[in-house]
């Protein structure tokens, strides 16, 4: 196992105190600094993808193919998208047409919030940090960055490369654990980003509020997939398990344990197993494409979940403890109250439980945390129309897993305990932005305004009540009840009332 060199404690407020005068200095405001630093982070990644290759196997066993599927791939095209909407996204806006505040000059500027912190997890370990970075940098703020302390090997690689690529006093690695991270966070930060566990997510949170600094947290929790009868039923397994063992099962988004009818569960197996034949069909091939658990700790959490589990092995099952390798692995007849459902999984295990239906479904997911992402496997828009409405979840996804992650114009969060706020592209960048108010009202508009000025007297309350919009009619009733109405049936329902309307001559409210 490499060394990681840990940043000194006593370090850290020097590193605080030259990154806020950095931001101060006005160094990143130019959106042309800024476009620079996006490059070179971006070249960082380019020029050294062997180099990476190498610590990720090192660190997590990472197939080259998963370094640039899943890390380097999708971060240098969120610089790059980054890198070609940054002038877009910073330009100050103006709100749309108000008769009262028009002529006020309204503008919204957009600004760095400052000297942000960005704590990453050891799992995506480039992927969680790359799309963050940018988006900082873009916003105008300049980054502590403080990488997992456990990939030794890719957090010194990074501590090497900024320090090569970038100015330190924009952005700045700071590697260590809980000491050297207790310590940054005694700091007021601009913005927090943290990605982790809900567990640590917690300590941040409590932290942060001390200091009143503004967080996001990207945390994760048990993601459930339902598999619907009326589906693809290959492709769903192909993908499923494809989601489920990337980097060995410790995504924050992978699939964790499979909700299927009872009567289903038979076709599901054999589903599965059709696709673990198919992408291992080897020994070798399986050893080659599934990554190693990160800790020994990691493995033999992982392991004793599996030992303790009531299910059955449907496929899979081998373990390695001198390696950290856990075979893919299909657990069957898993009930609801078994060990493996006590805790996000964090590897390539597959609990299967079967349900009765639809509706137990979404009773089970209600019952516990908001996942991350919830995924359904389906061809039925009724189901997944049900499933929508009647559950919460960082994302839904539909016939995917994984995928949903890095998707162009999507935010990238969860909800409640999977997390607050959202990064990716537009919605990284309002992260670490200000969002700016300004007002500029001419002096003539005094001349409307002078009722606001004492003493205050009736004729001046009536023009300052003239100055306020009415409410729409009082409802008449309930509320009419066109939830689930088809757009047939709205339109139709809505042309009866205004045809009932006008034989009636009675006002109609729109
Ligand atoms: P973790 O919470 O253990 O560690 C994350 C970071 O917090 C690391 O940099 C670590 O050094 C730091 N840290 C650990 N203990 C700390 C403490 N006591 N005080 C201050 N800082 C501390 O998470 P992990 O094991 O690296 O990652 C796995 C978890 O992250 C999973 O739960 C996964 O679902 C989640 N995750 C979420 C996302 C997302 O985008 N939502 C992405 C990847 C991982």
Request: charged residues 20%; positive net charge.
């Amino acid at each position: 196992m490499s060394k990681l060199n840990y940043t000194p404690v006593d370090e850290i407020d020097k590193i605080h105190a030259e990154l806020s005068n950095t931001f101060k200095s006005g160094k990143v405001q130019p959106i042309a600094y800024r476009k620079y630093v996006l490059l070179q982070l971006g070249y960082l990644l380019k020029d050294n993808v062997s180099k990476f290759e190498e610590v990720l196997m090192a660190d997590l066993g990472k197939p080259k193919v998963e370094v640039t599927l899943t890390e380097i791939g999708p971060s240098i095209s969120e610089i790059k998208d980054t890198y070609s909407n940054v002038e877009k996204w910073a330009k100050p806006e103006k709100p749309g047409f108000s008769i009262n505040y028009t002529p006020m000059r309204r503008v919204i500027y957009k600004q760095g919030k400052g000297i942000v912190l960005i704590i990453s997890p050891f799992n995506y370990p480039i992927n969680m940090s790359f799309g963050p970075i940018a988006s900082a940098i873009a916003a105008g703020n300049t980054v502590v960055f403080k990488p997992s302390e456990q990939t030794p090997a890719t957090s010194s690689l990074f501590a090497e490369l900024f320090a090569k690529y970038v100015d330190p006093s924009v952005i700045c690695v700071v590697n260590g654990g809980v000491a050297e991270t207790s310590k940054l966070l005694e700091h007021p930060w601009g913005h927090i980003l943290f990605t982790g566990s809900g567990r640590v997510g917690r300590i941040i949170a409590s932290a942060a509020g001390k200091t009143l600094t503004p967080v996001t947290l990207e945390l994760g929790g048990k993601s459930p997939v339902f598999v619907d009868p009326k589906c693809d039923l290959s492709m769903a397994a192909r993908r499923i398990f494809w989601g489920k063992n990337l980097n060995a099962g410790q995504s924050c988004v992978a699939p964790d344990y499979i909700l299927v009818p009872k009567d289903f569960q038979n076709k599901f197996i054999e589903a599965l197993k059709a696709a673990n034949d198919a992408f291992y069909p080897t020994p070798e091939a399986e050893a080659n494409s599934i990554g190693r658990l990160v800790s020994p700790q990691a493995y033999k959490r992982l392991s004793n979940l599996l030992k303790s589990t009531k299910g059955t092995i449907a496929f899979g099952g081998r373990l390695d403890e001198a390696t950290k390798y856990i075979q893919p692995t299909v657990v069957r007849d898993v009930s609801f109250d078994d060990p493996l459902m006590s805790e996000e999984l964090f590897g390539p295990v597959l609990p299967i439980v079967p349900v009765d239906d639809i509706d137990e479904v979404i009773k089970f997911v209600n019952a516990h945390d908001h996942p991350l992402a919830l995924y359904v496997f389906s061809q039925d828009n009724e189901v997944k129309t049900k499933i929508i409405n009647s559950t919460q979840s960082g994302a839904i996804c539909m016939n995917e897993t994984m995928t949903h992650v890095g998707a162009e114009g999507l935010p990238f969060g969860g909800v409640g305990p999977s997390g607050s706020g959202h990064h990716n592209g537009k919605f990284g960048f309002d992260t670490f932005t200000h969002t700016r108010a300004s007002l500029d009202p001419p002096g003539w508009l005094d001349m409307i305004l002078s009722s606001r000025y004492p003493p205050y007297t009736d004729k001046k309350l009536k023009s300052i009540s003239w100055l306020f919009p009415k409410l729409p009619a009082r409802p008449t009733g309930p509320p009419a009840p066109m939830e689930g109405r088809s757009f047939t049936k709205w339109f139709l329902f809505a042309l009866a009332t205004i045809f009932a309307g006008l034989l009636t001559k009675r006002k109609i409210l729109v």
